[in-house]
């Protein structure tokens, strides 16, 4: 069983950064495609970054140029940089972990809290 832990949430002001990271216990990180996804209260969860184990990287149209995902298969790790934050940010962000060898799976974070003030 694989287990995300998420890490680097927190309150920050508007214009702020905040660099979030999720670590992978497990051997299959590097052959998993990794993305975080975020809830804001009221409304449905959004992809808001993702980083295929071999591919380019996909960002929501809102935070292009401010987000950045990257990964390190030596860490089992996969960060989130967030810089020029926004209010409209403020949620809940989940690390997901997916692929489909040796056979599919599909694997959430906990979850961390984002709060951006204005």
């Known amino acids: 069983q694989v287990r995300l832990v998420e890490s680097g949430g927190g309150l920050v002001q508007a214009g702020g950064s905040l660099r979030l990271s999720c670590a992978a216990s497990g051997s299959i990180f590097r052959i998993a495609d990794m993305g975080w996804y975020r809830q804001a209260p009221g409304k449905q969860r959004e992809e808001v970054a993702a980083?295929?184990?071999?591919?380019?990287?996909n960002y929501l149209d809102s935070v292009k140029g401010r987000f950045t995902i990257s990964r390190d298969n030596a860490k089992n790790t996969v960060y989130l940089q967030m810089n020029s934050l926004k209010a409209e940010d403020t949620a809940v962000y989940y690390c997901?972990?997916?692929?489909?060898?040796?056979?599919?799976?599909?694997?959430w974070g906990q979850g961390i809290q984002v709060i951006v003030s204005s």
């Open positions: 997901n972990m997916r692929g489909t060898w040796p056979r599919p799976f599909d694997y």
């Open positions: 980083i295929p184990s071999g591919g380019s990287t």
